[in-house]
């Protein structure tokens, strides 16, 4: 008979056989209950949420640093070349490939999630709150400077505002659009893109995390304008980045200035559309049409 390894139940303390010490631990660290009380849903009561959480907390403590039994330990040299003798070469094989990984019904997730495995395993309260730290980590890890996008311009088609190119200009909303038309067109004013290298604006989010942004437009050289509906104006986020912009036009001798315009007419749209001078994206192409053509 081989060795037998045991632990306790975290609510009814009836004790547990495990026929290996890996199986043991792993359930250790996942707080499992003995079959008993997961057919109770035990798990899914408020007070013994807390309790797996305190009794995770507690093995978390005892099987790290000096509570992990390979603490101050080393392999051998003996031990050592060993493992550097394996052949592991059959790992690379086209043959070893195609058993381990396994495509559409024959893999194991095929039309599954981690919250579908944690609603199966925990309950749907512990794979709410498992989902809601792990999206928190998610944010944290894509904010500021650890974003791939920090400092770059946006890529034109993205965004919820109508997209597309007037005359060879790209917009980003139909606001944008508005103003080319209404404002720098009709006045013939000259003027560029905002969202270039040199005009690269560094601010600080409500969170305390570092992030750049980027106007509208570079009017006559001068002004460079951020079009916006008024009822944002007022908003934490446009004012952080308003302040941000007045202090990098003033080292720079710009004008820093929030416009908003009326937004052109469906009337007016489908006039400067069927004169072949305004095209959009793919997604509000197929809209346009569903809207218009229909």
Same mark, same amino acid.
């Given at each position: 008979m081989g060795k037998k390894y045991f632990r306790k139940c975290p609510l009814c303390k009836k004790e547990l056989r495990y026929t290996n010490? @890996?199986?043991?631990?792993?359930? !250790?660290?996942?707080?499992? &209950?003995? $079959? %008993?009380? %997961?057919? =109770?849903?035990?798990?899914?009561?408020?007070?013994?949420?807390?309790?797996? =959480?305190?009794?995770?907390?507690?093995?978390?403590? *005892?099987? /790290?640093g000096e509570g992990n039994p390979f603490y101050g330990k080393k392999h051998s040299k003996e031990t050592k070349n060993k493992l550097k003798k394996v052949d592991k070469s059959y790992t690379q094989t086209d043959e070893f490939k195609k058993k381990c990984v396994k495509k559409g019904i024959n893999n194991g997730m095929y039309g599954k999630s981690v919250y579908n495995i944690w609603v199966e395993k925990y309950g749907k309260e512990i794979a709410d709150n498992n989902q809601r730290v792990l999206n928190r980590k998610r944010s944290i890890n894509a904010s500021g400077k650890k974003n791939s996008?920090?400092? @770059?311009?946006?890529?034109?088609?993205?965004? !919820?505002? +109508? %997209?597309?190119?007037? *005359?060879? +200009?790209?917009?980003? /909303? &139909?606001?944008?659009?508005?103003?080319?038309? @209404?404002?720098?067109?009709?006045? !013939? *004013?000259? +003027?560029?893109?905002?969202?270039?290298?040199?005009?690269?604006?560094?601010?600080?989010?409500?969170?305390?995390?570092?992030?750049?942004?980027?106007?509208?437009?570079?009017?006559?050289?001068?002004? &460079?304008?951020?079009?916006?509906?008024?009822?944002?104006?007022? $908003?934490?986020?446009?004012?952080? *980045?308003?302040?941000?912009?007045? @202090?990098?036009?003033?080292?720079?001798?710009?004008?820093?200035?929030?416009?908003?315009?009326?937004?052109? %007419?469906?009337?007016?749209?489908k006039k400067i559309y069927d004169s072949d001078n305004l095209k959009f994206t793919k997604r509000y192409e197929q809209m346009y049409n569903e809207r218009y053509n229909n």
């Open positions: 010490k @890996k199986n043991r631990n792993t359930a !250790n660290k996942k707080c499992l &209950l003995c $079959s %008993s009380c %997961s057919h =109770k849903k035990a798990h899914k009561r408020p007070e013994v949420i807390l309790k797996m =959480k305190k009794v995770g907390a507690m093995l978390k403590v *005892k099987y /790290s996008m920090y400092g @770059k311009p946006s890529p034109q088609g993205s965004g !919820n505002g +109508w %997209s597309g190119w007037y *005359k060879g +200009w790209f917009f980003r /909303s &139909l606001r944008e659009l508005s103003y080319m038309i @209404k404002e720098i067109e009709a006045k !013939n *004013k000259k +003027w560029r893109t905002a969202e270039t290298k040199d005009l690269k604006i560094k601010y600080v989010d409500y969170k305390g995390d570092d992030r750049t942004y980027v106007a509208d437009f570079l009017v006559e050289e001068k002004e &460079l304008i951020e079009v916006k509906p008024e009822k944002l104006k007022k $908003s934490l986020t446009v004012r952080l *980045k308003s302040e941000a912009a007045k @202090k990098f036009c003033k080292e720079r001798g710009y004008i820093y200035k929030m416009e908003d315009i009326k937004i052109l %007419s469906e009337k007016e749209i």
